[in-house]
Nanobody
Framework: QLRESGGGLVHPGGSLRLSCVVS????????MGWFRQAPGKEREFVAD????????AYLYSVKGRFTISRDNARKTVYLQMNNLKPEDAAKYYC???????????????WGQGTQVTVSS
């Protein structure tokens, strides 16, 4: 079970840090990720991270602005978002999939999402 927090309203150029706590199910070998979905658009990959914090991948448009990290002891994954732009506004979802899998699917574990609004 995954639970996100940290969303909110921020001005363009502002920052937010999203958190996702894993209460059960996913263990340290799981790949953790963040996706987002804006109204009328498909859900899109934002970032994911393997057990080792060196193995992170990002959506091209967020590279250099967003940083994904994880604290295995706290069973928490974070998404630090800096220099937010209006096009980053969406509902952000945390996901977890076994490290043995090669891609994200609907069958993976997902949280309920947290809303990020970027507006002046």
């Amino acid at each position: 079970q995954l639970r996100e927090s940290g969303g909110g309203l921020v001005h363009p150029g502002g920052s937010l840090r999203l958190s996702c706590v894993v209460s059960r199910g996913a263990d340290d070998d799981y790949i953790m990720g963040w996706f987002r979905q804006a109204p009328g658009k498909e859900r899109e990959f934002v970032a994911d991270i393997g057990r080792s914090s060196n193995s992170a991948a990002y959506l091209y448009s967020v590279k250099g602005r967003f940083t994904i990290s994880r604290d295995n002891a706290r069973k928490t994954v974070y998404l630090q978002m800096n220099n937010l732009k209006p096009e980053d506004a969406a509902k952000y979802y945390c996901g977890a999939r076994p490290g043995s899998t090669t891609e994200w699917t609907e069958a993976d574990s997902w949280g309920q999402g947290t809303q990020v609004t970027v507006s002046s």
